[in-house]
């Protein structure tokens, strides 16, 4: 395809040269028309007002989107995200975007938006009579190990019609903005933010990267959080009309050190999603405790404690859940409340090879000592059940890990004597 591509170019008077596949650019003559760029990404005008979003419009996108990660892939330790997938980019290009501004996120770690534009060549009446038309697929890659994103754009099905003969060979160029949201800081000068090619270039060699990096003490509290957003914009700045930068993506990533991520002190995330930890009925070494979660959240009134109108907080139709990391002494006393929940109501049951197991998890603010921490809480909000001990222990692994693979922070935790950012996360149990 890339050759009947170049055959194409040369054809039309591109004359890609050598190696490096640049060609002159024409010089636009006097009185010889404008060009237009558009593409379903960007549907206003050029001059529409943009505006930096803020961190309410990054948490109320995650609100709107999920996904599920199942505890099973949790059995054997943290899966490896050190390095990017190979074949994202086809699975993105295989992806049907609704919105490309917005793209889509398969998980924390892996971006993906595609999106069509086109220059049109408008003559002296203001009609169209040539141009250029391209698809373009863009991913990110967030990481364990490195406070970087890094960015792969593919230019393809390049076709040309028409009158062009003003500019044959424009630059097509992607420029990605870098701002601060939580901090006093966005990206480092490290950031490699744009990529400018000619036609020419795009169709001998159609892929090019750029990433985004944030130094290590950059952010706010002892994880070193660090929200940024960035805007990706499209243009060519050697045709007259279509040298204004144009908006394609609009998204946000979130770096961090945070020193208990196993392996991996620093890191980075997308984290306009919420996480949904999947358990399981019918996987036979966590069955007992997804039963348990399933009772608390599908019927609360049956559970243990007894409490009047409950609501369990960190089921899938519910309030999300956060956790609960730098707080000692709250995660003891959320395990502590839950035990004394259970010997109330199973005096025996160590005997029995048996856990008490609670949901919301003791490592998260919810946990069942909640009341005794925050006094606008509901007390006994929470769900108690006596089950299999190695049940519950592997169970409670698979927590542990994932927090470690999806770089779950503290979630809650507050910073200068309020509460900066947040950290949702809820689980969900299937058959």
């Known amino acids: 395809m890339r050759k009947i591509l170049a055959a194409m170019a040369i054809g039309l008077g591109l004359a890609i040269s050598g ?3 640049i060609a002159a650019a024409g010089v636009p003559e006097a009185n010889d028309g404008s060009w237009v760029l558009t593409s379903p990404a960007n549907v206003k005008t050029a001059t529409s007002k ?34 990017a997938d190979p074949g994202q980019l086809a699975e993105c290009a295989g992806t049907i975007i ?22 049109d060549h408008r003559n002296s009446e203001g009609v169209v009579d040539g141009g250029f038309t391209f698809d373009v697929i863009f991913i990110g890659t967030s990481y364990q190990g490195a406070r970087k994103v890094d960015f792969e754009v593919l230019v393809e099905r390049i076709l040309l019609w028409g009158n062009i003969s003003s500019n044959p060979n424009p630059l097509v160029t992607f420029k990605i903005d870098c701002y601060k949201i939580t901090s006093d800081r966005g990206c480092d000068a ?10 020419s270039q795009w169709v001998v060699s159609p892929h090019s990267k750029m990433w985004l990096q944030s130094g290590f003490n950059d952010g706010i509290g002892p994880d070193k959080v660090n ?16 040298g204004t930068p144009q908006l394609q993506v609009d998204q946000s990533a979130r ?3 945070a020193p208990y991520i196993t392996n991996y002190p620093q890191g980075s995330v997308f984290p306009e999603v919420t996480p949904h930890l999947l358990y399981k009925t019918s996987d036979p070494e966590v069955n007992e405790t997804a039963e348990h979660i399933k009772a608390a959240c599908d019927d609360p009134q049956s559970t243990i404690p007894t409490v009047p109108n409950k609501v369990i907080p960190g089921c899938r ?13 709250r995660r003891n006393q959320n395990r502590a409340m839950a035990v004394r929940t259970c010997e109330a109501k199973w005096p025996n049951y160590p005997d029995e090879g048996k856990d008490c197991d609670e949901f919301p998890f003791s490592a998260t603010y919810e946990g069942a000592a909640i009341g005794e921490f925050e006094p606008t809480a509901t007390p006994g909000m929470y769900s108690v059940r006596a089950l299999d001990s190695a049940d519950n222990q592997k169970a409670g692994s698979r927590l542990g890990t994932w927090y470690t693979a999806d770089r779950i922070l503290d979630g809650r935790l507050p910073v200068g004597g309020s509460v900066q950012y947040y950290e949702p996360f809820k689980v969900w149990i299937q058959s």
């Open 227 to 242: 929200f940024v957003g960035w805007q990706v914009f499209l243009s060519s700045p050697d045709l007259p009309g279509a």
């Open 98 to 119: 609704g919105n490309p501004v917005r793209g889509y996120l398969k998980d924390r770690f892996h971006f993906c938006s595609n999106w069509s534009a086109r220059l």
């Open 317 to 329: 139709d519910g309030k999300s859940i956060y956790r609960l990391y730098y707080d000692q002494n």
């Open 255 to 257: 770096f961090d050190s």
């Open 190 to 199: 490290q950031s490699n933010t744009g990529v400018s090619k000619r036609i």
């Open 50 to 83: 943009l505006r930096h979003r803020t961190y309410q419009d990054v948490l109320e996108s995650a609100a709107r989107q999920l996904y599920v990660a199942d505890s099973s892939n949790y059995r054997n330790g943290v899966p490896d995200q050190r390095k």
């Open 19 to 21: 190696l490096s596949g």
